[in-house]
């Protein structure tokens, strides 16, 4: 039982930055599907630069690791970011192709860098930082072995720091959203942005901060799951695209709101671990059983749509470009 | 000029957009958008020789050569952008309606699951019963998965973007199932092809015996298919209908459409294609089924689509440089010892740019002190 929850946070925890950044981009207006293309981003910039710097120093410092990791991911998934802010706000692009589009290209650098990271360097054999890896995943072994093996202490304390960065980032996009005023203007850019625009807004501004904010959020995702999920390597086999769709997914469990997405998210990991959990099953019921976050959401996003709370709607404008003189 | 300009006194803006009133010619369109593909290229073409630095247009010959070095080659390319084309064709009828059908990649794998299911249950029945089963079964099973989403948006207007999105997860996973079902050799956590021996189920060649050496059954099933989807949307009542709704649902239910009913008929219609598409890849190229069937063209149809305009012809030229694009690059990746992704990187370079050609095409750009007329791109 511990197990099962520690792996569902372990995995909760890549989903929810996902989600997270994407809640600050939906909430301005803009569904970008490219998150999964942006999760790829940010895996890899990270990814890259931390080997290129542990291959060039003898010793690296596990600190200056991890702040190359993190500058490199926000950096190159904001860019994405960028590029999907440039496309749908000022050029008015069409938001889902355009999304689309940043995710084929996003996966297409990252596999390709990965794929071919060990060959730009020279042959060094399976790609790997150890220390970087060691760094993101280090925690404190005195508070993790409260209550012995495998209990409390473990449950709670056993994760790298990024696990708990993920919360307290929900926490704060939280207090931002609602008690600040600027989260407030962010709010009604994505509701309507014809009257924040009349109220003096600038729709433009925010928008393309909360896209590329959003996306470099979004990146952290995928940082966290190539140098704590799988320890520090690349794998070409796609799981961050799965990830990525189900960060979307979650967006809408949580009805935009990013608390709820923090127990959503390991709510997800329950789900999609839980398989390994049920004795005898066969392999053809076990991918039944992976089914389940999805049916789980779909379920959701239909409740809601009977329910037609107004605060569990997505925000009135999500996914309709904005141009002032087109009224 | 800023002495000039007082406080207060808005400043005209460097640029101005403003949208084009008249339609712009055809020509001219098609010119910016070819621009854009041209710029798309060069781009590439820096990125290309940045990361391997060869020489792209060694690169960009060697792309032609894979795509039609030989006649087997250019059969499957053609082969690969029918399917897309089906696809693309798919979705069509939703987009028109501005209904956002992204579920085409689930559509296309029930599709193709329910054509396995025949290949595999049904092999004693005489061939053209067994096609004629293969096909309904294809199509029924595409369209029940696009229904779903349909239904949900017309009774409690469900967002259908994130619904068809769930819809595709949900259907890989129902693949994945079938796929451990029918594993054969048991183990391989693959289906295997499909009546290796006896050829059943196989889509035949067309111009000659056999199998696999032309693949022109595909190219007539898709370009009828083609051809029907743009006479439903541009002759029919219910085209009339799909665009009406597509303009103003409101504007529809004032002038007694039934949106409700085209919602749930276009979706269904919209699925069953994409269903039809799943026969394709099955039936007709791969013979096999597993969680790669569709293989992220759900998602590339979406875009070749939306850029054709719900044009069926157009969607021809854009799904052809799509599929070009990607038997090039895996060409090049054998040949140059890179990484077949590379494909993906340059797909993605191109479509940011059509995408982005769109803008000038539908808007007007004027920089400061333009004179009228102003600067067109």
């Known amino acids: ?327 | 000029m800023s002495e000039i300009t007082r406080k207060g006194h808005a400043q005209e803006p460097f640029i101005r957009i403003s949208k084009r009133g008249d339609e712009m010619p055809v020509w001219k369109a098609w010119g910016i958008r070819v621009i854009g593909l041209i710029l798309a290229l060069i781009v590439s073409a820096i990125v290309i020789y940045a990361i391997v630095k060869l020489n792209p247009l060694k690169i960009y010959v060697s792309m032609w050569q894979g795509a039609f070095g030989t006649s087997k080659r250019t059969w499957v390319t053609v082969r690969d952008t029918m399917t897309l084309l089906c696809i693309a064709c798919a979705l069509a009828p939703a987009f028109a309606m501005r209904f956002w059908n992204v579920g085409a990649e689930g559509q296309v794998l029930v599709g193709g699951i329910a054509t396995a299911a025949c290949m595999i249950y049904f092999k004693s029945l005489p061939l053209p019963l067994l096609f004629l089963v293969m096909i309904i079964a294809s199509i029924v099973a595409g369209g029940i998965w696009g229904l779903i989403p349909g239904f949900f948006k017309a009774r409690w207007n469900t967002n259908e973007t994130l619904f068809t999105l769930m819809m595709n997860y949900i259907a890989i996973q129902l693949t994945a199932f079938f796929v451990a079902t029918w594993e054969n050799p048991k183990g391989s956590n693959s289906v295997g092809v499909i009546n290796r021996q006896t050829k059943v189920g196989w889509l035949p060649n067309l111009f000659s015996e056999g199998y696999n050496t032309d693949f022109g059954w595909n190219v007539i099933i898709v370009l009828l298919v083609a051809t029907l989807v743009l006479i439903y949307l541009r002759q029919t009542k219910h085209g009339y209908e799909i665009s009406v709704v597509g303009d103003s649902e409101n504007t529809a239910r004032y002038a007694g459409i039934r949106v409700k009913r085209v919602y749930i008929r276009t979706m269904a219609l919209s699925g069953a294609i994409a269903g039809l598409a799943g026969f394709l890849a099955v039936s007709g190229a791969s013979h096999t089924i597993s969680t790669q069937t569709a293989g992220g063209r759900g998602f590339t149809a979406i875009i070749v689509a939306w850029l054709s305009r719900m044009n069926t012809y157009v969607m021809l030229v854009f799904a052809a440089l799509i599929v070009f694009l990607d038997k090039g690059a895996t060409e090049i990746a054998s040949s140059f010892g890179m990484n077949e992704y590379v494909s993906q990187i340059i797909s993605g370079i191109i479509l940011f740019f059509v995408l982005g050609s769109e803008f000038f095409v539908n808007y007007r750009v004027k920089f400061r002190g333009a004179k009228t007329g102003g600067a067109d791109k």
């Open chain 1, 1 to 327: 039982m511990i197990t099962l929850l520690h792996s569902a946070i372990v995995f909760g925890t890549v989903i929810l930055f996902g989600a997270l950044g994407e809640i600050i981009s939906e909430k301005a207006g803009n569904l970008n599907l490219g998150v999964p293309g942006v999760m790829y981003l940010g895996a890899i910039a990270g990814l890259v630069g931390v080997f290129f710097y542990e291959l060039g120093t003898p010793n690296p410092i596990p600190i200056v690791c991890i702040l190359i990791a993190l500058v490199c991911s926000f950096a190159a998934s904001a860019l994405g970011g960028l590029v999907y802010s440039f496309l749908t706000i000022t050029l008015r692009c069409n938001q889902n192709v355009t999304g689309l589009t940043l995710t084929i290209f996003g996966s297409g650098v990252a596999n390709f860098f990965g794929g071919s990271l060990n060959k730009l360097a020279g042959g060094v054999g399976q790609v790997s930082v150890p220390v970087t890896s060691g760094a993101f995943r280090k925690y404190i072994p005195a508070l993790a072995s409260i209550g012995g093996e495998k209990s409390i202490g473990y449950l709670l304390f056993s994760y790298g720091f990024m696990a708990y960065a993920a919360i307290i980032l929900a926490i704060l996009i939280h207090f931002y959203l609602k008690k600040t005023r600027s989260g407030l203007n962010l709010r009604a850019v994505g509701e309507n942005p014809a009257t924040a625009d009349a109220a003096g807004i600038n729709v433009t501004k925010y928008k393309y901060l909360a896209t590329c904010i959003g996306a470099g959020i979004s990146g952290f995702g995928g940082l966290y799951y190539t140098m704590d999920y799988i320890g520090g390597t690349w794998a070409n086999d796609g799981t961050i695209e799965a990830l990525g769709w189900l960060a979307v997914a979650l967006v809408i469990f949580a009805t935009w709101r990013s608390l709820n997405a923090i127990w959503g998210a390991y709510l997800f990991g329950v789900c999609y671990w839980m398989y390994l959990y049920i004795p005898g099953l066969q392999r053809r019921s076990l991918e039944l059983f992976k089914m389940i976050p999805y049916v789980v959401t779909l379920l959701l996003l239909v409740f809601v749509s009977m329910r037609r709370r107004k605060e569990d709607q997505p925000p009135a404008g999500l996914g309709l470009p904005y141009f002032r003189e087109e009224r």
